[in-house]
Structure formats: C-alpha cells, structure tokens
C-alpha cells in the first residue's frame, strides 16, 4: 500500500513569504504527526492530530506556525511571514490508534526541505 | 534539556567492527522504539521494546530495553556500509501524552 507522502520534496522560498507544506498519511491512520528536523539532527515535534480530538500544538515554535488536518486525513502545515531560521526538513508521520503501544509506531514521509532565503 | 539522550553523537568505524548506541533518560518509557533515517528520506522504525529487560534481535542488531525501563542500547554486529544512517530511540513516557524523540547518533561504516 501506499505511504505516507509529502509534498512539495523542496522548497526554496524568500524571507516573509507564506509557505503551505502538505502530508498525505496512510490510509486509516488516524493520528499524524509534524516534526522538523535541521541538518543532521533529531527530530523536534511540532504539533500532533489524533482522530477528532483537539491537536496538540505544544511543539509549535511561534504563532507563525499553523496546521490543519482536512477530514481526518491530509494535513497542511503553514508557516507564516518565513524566516531563515524555518530552514529545515519538515517531516510527517501517521500512525495508527488502535490502543496499545503499536499506537507509537509512525511511519514517514521523506519530508520537504525548506530553504528561506 | 532532552528527555532522550544518546550517545555517541557521531560514530565512524570500520566495516565489520561492533558497536553500541545508547539511548539514555530520567523517566520512565512506556515503550521505546528504535528508527533508522538515511539521507533524504524519513526515518524508518526498527523495533518496538515494550517489556523491562526485554532483548529483540534483528538480524545483525540487537535491541535491549533496560530494566526501569529508562535506558535502551542498540548493539550491531560486524556492521556494514549498508547500516550507514541516523539512528534515533524514541518513546512515550509513562506520564503524559507526549512522543520523544532521541539526540540521535550518526553512524558511518567504512568499507
């Protein structure tokens, strides 16, 4: 079956442009998850949908940083007024909530780099 | 501060040596989950250790969860370029509903 996809795989965007990068999850994964990622580091969590529940935004660095997830399954990640400091490789997981600790195995997108100029 | 510390950051060693990666934390995990991540693409998981003193083996790696469940260690045999990649533990602790992710450790193997 099909991954979990990201698009666009790059893009290179100017200081205080608006960016939307887009995951589309495994088809019946109901939670998704945003991380970013700078050059040969680990991953810092970004924000977390589960289901129908309110997301967890407790990652998001600024107010400039924003997510939506459409039907419970594409998300869309914004970053608003882009800085340089964005730079990074945006990545997203989904996995699935059936219970137990299968619910923690995510799987990932190849991710988008991001490189503001 | 991170709640999951690895060690060593970097690792460069010879083809068909041995190594240990460790993954390290003041709390207690649920789980912990090891992930693979080569270049250019997302990390791919591993294994899932759920059980204190647990020991899952993959082939060439092995996998061990401490037993306070606060501590993991990956251990490869005889690596191979092929094992070249980021590797990162990951978990949820016992309290809460966060997901973390370790410092990572760089592994290169050279041919």
């Known amino acids: 079956g099909a991954g979990v996809s990201q698009s666009p795989s790059n893009k290179v965007t100017e200081k205080g442009k608006d960016v939307e990068l887009r995951c589309d999850p495994i088809?019946?994964?109901?939670?998704l998850y945003w991380y970013r990622q700078s050059l040969g580091q680990g991953l810092e969590f970004l924000i977390y949908f589960q289901g129908n529940s309110a997301p967890d935004k407790s990652g998001l660095p600024s107010d400039r940083f924003s997510a939506e997830r459409t039907g419970g399954s594409v998300s869309t990640l914004t970053i608003q007024r882009t800085q340089q400091e964005d730079s990074a490789v945006y990545l997203c997981?989904?996995?699935?909530?059936?219970?137990?600790?299968?619910?923690?195995?995510?799987?990932f997108g190849p991710g988008t780099r991001l490189t503001v100029t | 501060t991170q709640l999951l510390e690895q060690s060593p950051q970097f690792l460069s060693i010879q083809e068909g040596e041995n190594l240990t990666v460790y993954c390290n934390s003041s709390?207690?995990?649920?789980?912990l989950q090891w992930y693979r991540q080569e270049p250019g693409e997302g990390p791919v998981l591993l294994v899932t250790?759920?059980?204190?003193?647990e020991v899952k083996k993959l082939k060439r790696l092995t996998f061990q969860f401490g037993d306070a469940r606060k501590d993991s260690s990956l251990h490869i045999t005889a690596a191979q370029p092929g094992d070249t990649g980021l590797y990162l533990c990951?978990?949820?602790?016992?309290?809460?509903?966060?997901?973390?992710f370790g410092t990572g450790t760089s592994l290169t193997v050279i041919p």
């Open positions: 088809s019946g994964h109901t939670a």
């Open positions: 250790v759920v059980t204190g003193g």
């Open positions: 990951a978990g949820p602790p016992n309290t809460g509903n966060q997901f973390y």
């Open positions: 997981a989904s996995s699935l909530t059936s219970g137990g600790d299968k619910r923690y195995e995510q799987y």
């Open positions: 709390s207690v995990f649920s789980s």
